[in-house]
């Protein structure tokens, strides 16, 4: 699911969990365990963006994510350990936004505000996508 939405509200959660008897406790660890994926997630970006500029990386169009890539490979290796999934095109698209808008944050040495995160979050919770239908099914694993 972390390959479409970073964000996901509870609503979505519950939609795509069907055999779980949600409650209070039950919904907020699952929000809690997104949020721990979110913190690897953001904390690889500001590595690898840090990495890109004592590499003497000057041009943020230099930075790329693909599937061949060291980053590429450190998430997928976290979310997806067995290679059960196919990554989604647009997963490895937010990822390059999301090391794009850490590579310039830091470059403006924004991140001498203790803050400073903030922004880059407001950006990428808005590039979440529908999480596939096929999810909901009890026999998708």
Excluded at 119 to 126: D, F, S, T, W
Aim: hydrophobic letters at 40%.
């Amino acid at each position: 699911m972390f390959f479409y939405t970073r964000y996901p509200s509870s609503n979505v959660l519950k939609t795509f969990f069907p055999d779980v008897k949600f409650n209070r406790c039950i919904t907020s660890q699952l929000i809690k365990w997104f949020s721990n994926f979110r913190e690897f997630y953001y904390i690889q970006m500001e590595k690898f963006a840090r990495q890109a500029i004592v590499d003497g990386i000057s041009d943020v169009k230099d930075i790329t994510v693909s599937r061949d890539s060291e980053l590429f490979r450190a998430l997928n290796m976290h979310y997806n350990k067995a290679n059960d999934f196919h990554v989604p095109d647009r997963f490895l698209e937010v990822a390059e936004i999301t090391l794009h808008e850490f590579y310039n944050a830091i470059s403006a040495t924004k991140d001498s505000d203790p803050s400073w995160k903030k922004a880059i979050y407001k950006v990428i919770c808005k590039l979440d996508s529908d999480v596939p239908e096929e999810f909901k099914t009890s026999s998708y694993l």
